[in-house]
């Protein structure tokens, strides 16, 4: 029977085959004088899941793959499933890419041994890290003007980090709840720090240059990075809140183009507000409400309560606002405002206990009635 690990590190990986050798070899002497393995959870495309196997049969040190065939909340899903799987509850997570130096590792296994800390950040931001690694000025920008964001949104649980944007971090598995994380997009250490007290310590380290492969940043990872940043901050309601701005943003843009073309403004105004509701409901299932997705009812089902709810909002709003502004004589810019405000609270409160409600077992309410009579027959009573 193998020996637990010492330590598991996580190394998630996507489309990495060239890096595979050259990562293991060097952590092979970083890690010499305690047990270690490698664990690669893999969502690649290219032959990676393959040379990871290839490599293990070479190696000194314990190396296994866990390729997903769904790629389920990118990178943050797959470091999650990496620490489920890890053998060990000491995990070291960092990227597959060469740009995290392996001989870092030693550097936070060194410092979590002081007792005093539950996570160790390797930091480029901190004594005589760096992360001249990064391409060119304007990714540097970026990730500097990110972590300030960062750092001003959660000044309590980040004020021990100074890099929160790493991907570069030891974990005590038993100090985080698992369950509690959702995985979106690739700051997984943010998620991890944004939602629970945690001891943080911190190394500094040199942000290396890529050898091989390309970057996975993108514009869509800075869109899933805001979406992250939002929901962690303010909970469903900003993302939520933010896709029906861009919704209005939309409608103006949809009437204006139609009434420039020379349709009647009514017209226009309802094939705007149609498509406009049927975009919002495809982003809200896509980024406000996508873990609850598998036990709410069926798409066409979901769609049709949102739909049929939203146009209904719509025909009580607009004549509650007239009623506002000719009765209570309340101007029309402070009566839209209000009924907009009342109009996003209901909205969101139907579609988070309704649209996206579990579903029910058939039968359920019957049971629930007989149950209650049951209690009543049988509670104790006065003579």
């Known amino acids: 029977m193998t020996a637990q690990p010492d330590l598991t590190i996580i190394v998630p ?31 690649s495309s290219d032959d990676t899941p393959a040379e990871v196997v290839r490599v293990a049969a070479g190696s000194t040190m314990a190396v296994r793959v866990l390729h997903r065939d769904e790629a389920t909340g990118g990178l943050s899903g797959a470091v999650i499933e990496g620490l489920r799987a890890a053998g060990s509850d000491v995990c070291v997570v960092m990227d597959g890419d ?3 130096p392996p001989e870092v590792v030693r550097d936070l296994v060194d410092r979590f041994s002081a007792g005093d800390a539950d996570v160790v950040v390797a930091s480029r931001y901190v004594d005589d890290g760096s992360s001249e690694g990064l391409a060119g000025l304007s990714r540097n920008l970026v990730s500097r003007t990110t972590t300030a964001l960062t750092k001003a949104m959660f000044p309590l649980r980040l004020r021990s980090c100074t890099d929160p944007m790493t991907g570069f971090f030891l974990v005590d598995r038993r100090r985080i709840d698992l369950e509690t994380l959702r995985p979106r997009g690739f700051k997984i250490l943010l998620e991890v720090l944004a939602r629970q007290q945690l001891r943080i310590a911190e190394v500094p380290f040199q942000f290396a240059e890529r050898i091989a492969g390309g970057s996975k940043a993108s514009v ?9 940043l939002a929901a962690l901050r303010f909970g469903k309601m900003s993302g939520f809140a933010a896709i029906g701005l861009f919704g209005a943003l939309l409608n103006l843009l949809i009437l204006w183009t139609l009434t420039e073309a020379g349709l009647f403004y009514l017209w226009a105004a309802v094939i705007a507000s149609e498509v406009t509701i049927v975009g919002n409901f495809l982003l809200q299932e896509r980024f406000v409400f996508r873990e609850m997705l598998d036990e709410a009812t069926g798409r066409w089902s979901r769609f049709a309560k949102s739909f049929a709810f939203n146009n ?13 502004v000719e009765s209570w004589h309340i101007s029309s810019v402070l009566a839209t405002a209000i009924t907009l405000v009342i109009a996003f609270i209901a909205r969101y409160a139907f579609h988070a206990l309704v649209v996206y409600a579990p579903r029910k077992p058939r039968f359920a309410r019957r049971e629930r009635v007989l149950q209650k009579v049951d ?7 006065e003579l």
Request: glycine share 6%; with cysteine; charged share 20%.
């Open 13 to 43: 990986t996507f489309n990495e085959s060239p890096n595979v050798a050259p990562l293991v070899r060097r952590l092979e002497r970083a890690t010499t004088g305690f047990r270690c393995e490698v664990l690669f959870v893999d969502d």
């Open 98 to 100: 060469l740009q995290h």
């Open 220 to 228: 869509r990872q800075g869109f899933h990075f805001i979406a992250q």
């Open 312 to 324: 209904a909002e719509a025909v009580i709003r607009i004549p509650m606002m007239g009623l506002m």
């Open 375 to 381: 209690e009543q027959a049988t509670a104790p009573g």
